[in-house]
């Protein structure tokens, strides 16, 4: 059977996805004896006599390292193709829900990549590295802005490592007030699951609030308030796609308890340059600079996850900070309220310097309009998908929505199913069974930079699928048969791990 890939869909006749390149062998297999890639100088015996000084005998290896033996050529086409292997941003539509897999503009790689940010040590002192305390100093005064949250640390290295930190600051918070049985973490039902996660990780008790019409239910919220409220968890837009449309009266009575508001802010990507967390009452919030300032992504590369508190919560975020006095910038270490060190040096700088980049590139004219191009691609795709399936969650979204894909299931293909058929296709599912309240979930986000006809594309693939899904069910549930492997056991690499070195 021939499946029309995403490129042949938009016109593109040139690039297919090729999954026809014989198997890629490892490098080990590669390996000839004796064969090199780089010609390095010959040890001089007072370089044997230095090892032979400050090793002992006993640590020093006496058979060969077993590395593959390889030259440089062989080496570049094994990765070169190995990357042809993959989904990514850069090939394919990438609608994962929740994680904004957004475009990663060229010129953050250009600023990265510039000499003095990647020649510089992190030990450096501040009056050597003015002009990147520079660069962690002003993404910290517009992430301020952006949020309404004035104060901000560049430490955390991703999302839930934010949500950690500034769950450290509530505790401290609220112990210092002589407030130390504050330790209920409010968490919605539709919460990422990092937020409970982090809560745990903190020594304080998540505890789930059931939403009603996919909204958190104010009446709910109340009953679970008390004396021991630490603060409450609450993404909005939420992960449903809908903005939480009673958010200011939410924190309001949150606040009444004597509790604190902290907003996961992965889905900024909704909102920036609109709305401003710090105006409708959060006290604490964390970015994705992976996802909503384009940094990329996925396959636990480094992200970096800041966060954006008031002011009255400055004391406690964590040193080093990154001060201007005058036209110098410092780092101040010396902070007897600060939760202190969450992460080696100043958090993830290349990723502090791609963030900047884009931020600089857009404006705030730009960020604006990038929010209202998530929302516009999002809704348009709802709008083209509701003929086939079912969106339980609104007729009207933010930067995602979520399909209840359980007429499917009837039919014998599960959502995971349709996922895998995608891949048939060339393009990359979105995120499944996440949302837990929705059956059989696909959440789709198709970011700010797609074009109506790669979204219109993906749309009549998913439509083809739900109709393949009536007629031929078995040719879904078999697929992807076009991948160079087809189902993956996706247990096996994590319960029979295979890290043997071939010598
Ligand atoms: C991605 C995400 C997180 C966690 O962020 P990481 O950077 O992946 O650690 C938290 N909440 C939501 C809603 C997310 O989508």
């Not at 300032?293 to 966060?307: D, Q």
Request: proline share 8%; charged share 20%.
């Amino acid at each position: 059977m021939h499946y029309a890939t995403m490129f042949e869909l938009l016109g593109v006749k040139s690039v297919t996805a090729d999954v026809s390149l014989p198997d890629v062998p490892t490098l080990f297999e590669e390996s000839v004896p004796g064969r090199i890639g780089v010609s390095l100088p010959k040890e001089s015996p007072d370089t044997e006599d230095l090892i032979g000084e400050l090793i002992p005998e006993a640590m020093r290896r006496t058979t060969p390292l077993g590395l593959p033996e390889l030259s440089e050529l062989q080496v570049v086409r094994h990765f070169t193709r190995l990357s042809t292997r993959t989904f990514s941003v850069d090939t394919t539509f990438y609608p994962l829900g929740s994680c904004t897999m957004k475009y990663n503009p060229k010129i953050n790689e250009l600023s990265a990549s510039q000499q003095p940010f990647v020649e510089a040590h992190p030990c450096q002192p501040p009056e050597s590295v003015q002009g990147l305390l520079r660069v962690c100093w002003e993404l910290q005064q517009w992430l301020g802005e952006l949020t309404g949250l004035p104060s901000v640390s560049l430490q955390p290295a991703a999302g839930a490592h934010g949500e950690f930190t500034a769950l450290l600051m509530v505790r401290a918070y609220h112990k210092e007030r002589g407030e130390g049985q504050r330790t209920h973490v409010l968490v919605p039902d539709t919460a990422h699951g990092t937020n409970p996660a982090s809560a745990a990780r903190c020594g304080l008790e998540p505890i789930a609030l059931k939403s009603r019409g996919g909204r958190l239910d104010l009446d709910e919220l109340q009953r679970h308030l008390s004396e021991r409220t630490a603060c409450l968890m609450i993404t909005n837009p939420n992960t449903l796609g809908l903005f939480e449309t009673q958010i200011a009266e939410i924190c309001r009575r949150v606040h009444e308890a004597g509790g604190l508001v902290y907003l996961d802010g992965a889905n900024f990507n909704a909102i920036v340059g609109r709305v401003r967390p710090g105006d409708f009452g959060a006290d604490l919030m964390h970015l994705n600079l992976h996802k909503t300032f384009s940094v990329p992504h996925g396959g636990g590369g480094p992200g970096a996850g800041p966060i954006c508190v008031k002011e009255e919560l400055a004391p406690y975020l964590p040193v080093p900070r990154v001060k201007k006095e005058g036209d110098v910038f410092t780092l101040e270490e010396d902070a007897p309220h600060s939760i202190g060190k969450v992460r080696s040096f100043l958090g993830n700088i290349p990723n502090v310097v791609r963030a900047y980049t884009y931020i600089a590139q857009l404006g705030i004219e730009g960020l604006r309009e990038v929010s209202s191009h998530a929302v516009l691609n999002a809704n348009y795709l709802l709008n083209l998908l509701t003929s086939h399936y079912h969106v339980p969650y609104g007729h009207r979204c933010m930067h995602e929505f979520v399909i209840d894909g359980s007429a499917q299931r009837q039919l014998g293909v599960k959502a995971l199913d349709i996922a895998k058929k995608l891949l048939d296709y060339g393009f990359h599912p979105p995120t499944t069974y996440f949302p837990l309240i929705v059956p059989e979930a696909l959440m789709i986000e198709p970011t700010d930079t797609e074009s109506k006809e790669t979204i219109e594309a993906f749309a009549r693939v998913m439509r083809e699928i739900a109709e393949l899904a009536q007629s031929h069910p078995e040719s879904v549930v078999e697929a992807p048969v076009t991948t160079p492997v087809s189902r993956l056991d996706e247990l096996g690499a994590a319960r029979n791990p295979i890290v043997a070195w071939p010598m």
